[in-house]
């Protein structure tokens, strides 16, 4: 390809609106534009890095036995009513009404198209398992899209669904995808972690999230420096405390705690510290009143909480809820609620005794609160939000929180949609029973700026071998001498002609523009034919990454350039 | 692959809802599966197929100079109102509105969206020409969706977009672009004719239309029998008739015509033939109001209307229009009408004279109505709707119309898009000029139904080489015999090893089905190693498009079949 025909203008400045580095150099560089917010159009370049992503995940998934195939973007609403993720998705989702007034979505992922697919072609467990892949762009209206390609509304990604008979099939499936994924960050030249994540909105099982090391990323995850745990920091599950010694107890006193409604306050007025306080925190989970309490230093993590009770709803209490109970805001306590409202504590509550919360009454307190003698918990479970110094659940070390960009989320999602959709197939012993299904997600364009977040310096872009556009660049210095661009035009054709992809940089600029560019679009390696070189019979080569600087002879420059090359990152 | 793991179940039965034949087939052979009306998953079968087409396309696009791109489905609608395609593709384009409220259109085609990008790109004419393409998803909501991917609400289509400083440089990019669809759809097999078309909604000048024969194809064109015209049905210009002699005329006079309100019943009450009565049809053309004249045999051709006044909506009067300018409905004639009224006549009324037509009051015509003497013309145009039998334009010979399905559309637009979206380049001499355009349309999804309507019959799909899924079927006739089974295996490693595209029927299941559904998937080649064949130390071939059977030795069997792919259409 000849850069004077490239349709590729790199910008001299930097775009306002990008703050995260790959957002800029996909744009000073001309990889993307952006259309409207958080949608893009891939520009030659960036579509020739986007192939390459592409061509490595088919090869790995055609090559771990699973079968291509293309569903629709437009979708019928119908099933996603039966699963509850057209509730469930809310706003995230694009929705429209065709001109028949049917609704319809645009597909964020395709758990409820495959289901009923496979359902209607592999009727028996003779024909099981079964795994399915496409690579298509995905929809989410995101609140706030941002940092280019990590965040934003269109988004290409491959996913893949397995059907298998039973959990040790599933079992074997996952693991089969889980070695795939693998390779295919490997073979992207990514640093990444795997870790225990929380399945979120898709529901089910175990999962694990491919998360890779970045200064921007907004994916938070947990590790201890002991390297014996990693977890998704939404799914981290802290050490639960000893049990606290409930041999002698306070007696269950109320005090007047008058403009107290604060955690802080009421621990400044008492003379207690914060992690003898109890938050009593309501929600309306499905139509259901749900107390949570955690100790007054920690954080009631939602997350977890959706999950708990996946698919209904869960929203936090509102004035209208407080007041159809008549429960007093800012003052709830778990002694004496109704039998109606189900009470949850976090394992941490066990920890803790004689516990200072809401009395249930205006500007008071009660003190020496305790499980069992003053409130029942009819569930303990891991509610709350993990913290930087947790301690870890494997060897009690503080644990470290990592940021991160997830580029691959897969889960073990059993029957949670095969279930409601009623999905099944004929087992050997005649039982119809539903598919156990897994999915299997992996972000290609987020895979393109997580690679950018990895490999990027002062100058712009430095792409492993693997993902960028042209491995070569041929620069000709002196565009306006005939010897020096003959010489440049027969390295290129010599580099083609060795099955390099090869750019050829011969517009009308500047060697220094010719530079800068280069630098910019990062492409691995740099040969330079100029006239002091042609001179010297000699070219000037650069790689990119290292910025080490060689010469090789003028005959024989293709060459060279290729061995450096199969020697890149 | 082996078929025992192929995605691929076919039906036994013809589904009740496919009228067409590639409809059928692509169902029943287990290509494409519908989730809705008008749109379909595309199996592992139909996936290999679409990017056999795919891959064509992208060599004879990238072989012509142009640059793949990927512009976004969902779309802002602003662009799309400044050029006024939001109102004029109505209900076709599918809508939504975002969390924020913003108005999103789902893309038909691209205009609107390239060409800002281009014009933030390449500011003078220094860098032009350029070509850009995508291969992409697009979206039309289809009143009627029907036979299979013929008329679908969701289609894979590349579309390329031309920029050039000048309409010498259009033509010539044009003609390049029409040279490289003539070897897409001469590699995929296909026959077609190309045609002088209507340019629609896109708007603009010379267009050409790739039409593939078809039984079931909705997309009429016109041919001479000498093959010296041919056009699409809403483009063709039918030769204008000889001036009428006009040095003697009839007086006007108004007549009573009783419960005469049709061309029919005026004709038989008069005793004159509809070719000598003159319709008077009045549109609303974008808030004015335009009479259109046509012999009472003839239709307007309200495309070739809508062309004349692109991009200004035209819709025929409705009861308050008639009201409201005074006339009466079913009985308006072209004499005295207000000058706010245009008066366009088609060709053919040149033709003819002394005019039956409405006298503009209720139950009344006139006879020996004229233009000039009687009535105005404000312009003559081609207007009318051709018809079987009118002669050629070019020899006079009767024309006849013909059936296609439209598999690829090209249009010089001109600055159609780029003057109202202002995107200019600056030239040599300094001054401002809007982007001459081309574009070009190529349907990837129809040109899978297209070369299937062509190419069947009753057994099942009969592919040319170049798109079949897989190039031979090694067909193990008995399963359970374990020699037989051994050379199917050794036979299909042989043909791989030959870079053949081969899948191995490896099934439990009966020799029969395998025939059956080897036919019906279509594969150019099948090889059968059975019991009896294996004694002999032969294989059977067959060559599925003639159904030529042939034996070839058991060892070299795969290069037997593998010279008979090579001498396969």
């Known amino acids: 390809m000849r850069m004077s025909r490239l349709f590729a203008r790199t ?14 150099l996909l744009l000073r560089a001309a990889y993307i534009r952006q259309v409207m917010a958080g949608v893009y159009t891939m520009l030659p370049l960036g579509m020739r890095t986007m192939r390459k992503i592409e061509r490595i995940v088919r090869e790995e998934m055609d090559g771990s036995g699973a079968q291509e195939i293309r569903m629709p973007i437009i979708l019928p609403a119908e099933p996603w009513k039966v699963t509850g993720r057209w509730q469930a998705y809310g706003e995230i989702m694009f929705k429209l009404v065709d001109r028949h007034g049917r609704e319809l979505g645009l597909g964020p992922t395709h758990e409820e198209v495959v289901t009923p697919l496979v359902a209607g072609e592999l009727p028996s467990y003779r024909d099981l398992p079964v795994n399915l892949y496409q690579i298509e762009w995905k929809y989410r209206d995101e609140y706030r899209p941002r940092f280019g390609l990590l965040r934003v509304r269109e988004f290409l990604m491959k996913d893949a669904y397995s059907f298998d008979r039973d959990e040790e099939g599933l079992h074997a499936s996952y693991d089969t995808m889980l070695q795939a994924y693998r390779r295919v960050f490997d073979r992207c030249g990514l640093r990444y972690v795997i870790v225990e994540a929380d399945p979120g909105t898709i529901g089910g099982g175990a999962n694990h999230e491919f998360m ?13 420096p002991n390297g014996d745990y990693l977890a998704d920091l939404e799914a981290a599950t802290p050490r639960p405390p000893e049990p606290a010694d409930t041999t002698a107890l306070e007696p269950l006193t109320e005090v007047s705690t008058p403009s107290a409604a604060t955690i802080d306050a009421v621990s400044k007025l008492l003379g207690r510290p914060a992690s003898n306080m109890l938050k009593c925190i309501l929600f309306d989970v499905g139509g259901r009143a749900v107390a949570v309490l955690v100790p007054g230093d920690r954080e009631v993590n939602e997350t977890k909480l959706a999950r708990r009770f996946f698919p209904a709803l869960v929203r936090r209490f509102e004035d209208a809820d407080f007041a159809s109970l008549g429960l007093v ?12 409202i189900m009470v949850l504590a976090d394992h941490s509550v066990r920890g803790g005794k004689d516990w200072v919360t809401g009395a249930n009454k205006s500007e008071h307190h009660v003190t020496g609160a305790n499980a069992e003698r003053d409130f029942r918990v009819d569930e303990y479970a891991d509610l709350v939000q993990i913290r930087e110094g947790d301690p870890c659940p494997a060897c009690g070390q503080p644990l470290r929180i990592e940021r991160s960009i997830v580029v691959g989320h897969i889960y073990q999602i059993g029957t949670t949609y095969s279930e409601p959709l009623k999905a099944t197939f004929v087992d050997e012993d005649g039982t119809e029973r539903p598919y156990v299904m897994g999915c299997y997600g992996l972000g290609i364009t987020r895979t393109i700026a997580a690679a950018v977040e990895q490999n990027h310096d002062e100058h712009g872009i430095t792409w492993p ?12 210095a002196n565009r306006d001498d005939e010897q020096v661009t003959a010489e440049g035009e027969r ?17 009308d600029e500047s060697a220094g523009v010719k530079f800068a560019d280069a630098d910019l679009m990062g492409f691995p390696v740099q040969l330079v034919v100029g006239r002091r070189g042609v001179d010297a019979g000699t070219v000037d080569l650069k790689l990119r990454a290292t910025g080490a600087r060689s010469t090789a002879p003028l005959q024989g420059g293709g060459q060279a350039a290729a061995d450096l090359l199969a020697a890149a990152p």
Chains 1, 2 share one sequence.
């Open 11 to 24: 910008l001299r400045d930097d775009p306002s609106e990008a703050e995260a580095p790959s957002h800029r």
């Open 212 to 224: 890779a090391n970045a200064d921007v990323g907004e994916d938070l995850y947990v590790a201890c």
């Open 329 to 340: 805001k800012g003052y709830v306590g778990p002694q004496g609620l109704p039998d109606e």
């Open 465 to 476: 071998r693997a993902l960028a556009p042209f491995e070569v660049v041929v620069i000709v």
């Open 491 to 507: 390295i290129y054709l010599e580099l083609a002609s060795l099955g390099v992809e090869v750019l050829l940089d011969d517009r």
